[in-house]
């Protein structure tokens, strides 16, 4: 499109008049845009071809309860009814003496790809009897870790076909993520691989299934704490065991028990900074470890208790990436009060599980509607054009009618402009 040529060398105020006099956006669309931006440095530094600050709402969950620490934990989400959700999870395992979590180690795993090589065996043979120096080298091309307490640990061969195979590096990271640091690493090791074994390298990265980094979380509570309305508590917590199995046998209900698990985690992942997309596509290549896809979290009855176990890839850093630039993220850590990665992947595993007890808890017996529409009408009313001095009239309005729908939104607004013409009137 013409005019937007090199759009990244112009400064903030010539991409909006370009958009402008494109016709791409209109001049109250630009000064919607201009509203984000009362630190624009940060966005122009931090991404490419910034525009705009986009923002999305936080909120703070409550009533964690983890290894007998109480946290408060932030949530950055646009969806209604997840941070009360949350809340009301975590609550129920707090009531019963909160939640307990294991972590076995914290390593991140990174790839060499080789192609063409001759002899699968002889190759790894060579590699494994070479580990040392190649872990050295790992090493010298991060030594700052090593100061730190990490490095690399180990290397192990797989074949992938008859052509290809990876060499996997692993590596503690310390406190970081890791991904940056390790692939330089990894591509350290692949120069040396390529030269000194006269091996071709495909590609070097990281990889996000990172199953060297897991991280559980358990709860345990009595059946009787579950009772609601209708329903016994016996009831309820067969019914969350049934839809637990469900879970693990179809891969169509896995997917939406592990969106409701990752409600809760994206939240706090993007609250505290760190790459959603690594451990979305982490945990739903664990999900599907053995073959089928199934939620990441089981529950069960054992003795009179329902206990939920969840394990996860928690590949979550306390430093690096956009961790110390975004000024929201230190005031996130603040909140939290977490003193290492560690202990934040063992959060995060517990909202994990807080948030699938609460959905399934509402699924198996009022249903997901009643508690998730009456948060969610507030964004009804806003996309249905309420304004702020309107919204608690139409939620009050829309309480009364069945269809909790953009329609009946906008219906309420409607009505309410009405009586207030016919009042000026
Ligand atoms: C929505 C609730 C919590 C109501 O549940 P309720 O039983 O009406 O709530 P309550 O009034 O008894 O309160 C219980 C606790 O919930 C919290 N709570 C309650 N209301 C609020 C509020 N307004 N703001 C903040 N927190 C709230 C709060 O912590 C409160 O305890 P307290 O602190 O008062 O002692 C419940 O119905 C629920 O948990 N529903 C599940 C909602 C959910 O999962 N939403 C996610 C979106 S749906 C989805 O994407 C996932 C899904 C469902 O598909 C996953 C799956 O299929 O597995
Ligand atoms: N596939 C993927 O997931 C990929 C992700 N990424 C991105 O990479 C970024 C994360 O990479 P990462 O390597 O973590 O980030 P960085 O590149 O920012 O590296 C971590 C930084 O933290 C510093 N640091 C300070 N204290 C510590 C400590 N105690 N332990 C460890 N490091 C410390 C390190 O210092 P020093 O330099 O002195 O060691 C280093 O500068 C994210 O932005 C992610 O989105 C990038 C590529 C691929």
Redesign the pocket.
Known sequence: MKGLKKFYRKTLQERWDVLQDRKILTNEQIKCLKRTTDATELGNSMIENFIANYSIPEGVS??YLIDGRDYIVPMVTE?P?????S???A?LIKKAGGFKTKIKQRLMLGQIILEDFQDFQELREKIDHEQASLLRIANEAHYSLIKRGGGARWIRCRKLADDLMSIDLAVDVQEAMGANMLNTMLEAVADYVRKEFSQTVLMSILSNYATECLAVAECSMPLSNLKKENFTGEEIGHKIVQASRVAQLDPYRAA??N??IM?GIDAVVLATGNDWRAIESGAHAFAARDGLYRGLSQWTIVGGQLKGRIELPLPVGSVGGSIGILPLVKVNQKILNVKSAEELERIIACVGLG??L??????VSEG?Q???M??QTKSLAIAAGAKADEIQQVLSMMSKTKGKNLAAAKAAIKEIRRNKQHERN
């Not at 009814?81 to 959700?85: D, E, P, R």
């Not at 609460?358 to 699924?363: H, S």
Request: hydrophobic share 40%; proline share 0%; aromatic share 6%.
């Open positions: 409550f009533h969806e009814s997840v941070i009360a959700a809340s009301h999870g609550g939406t028990h969106k409701g409600n948030q699938n609460a959905a399934l808890y509402a699924l997901i009643k508690g998730h009456r948060l």
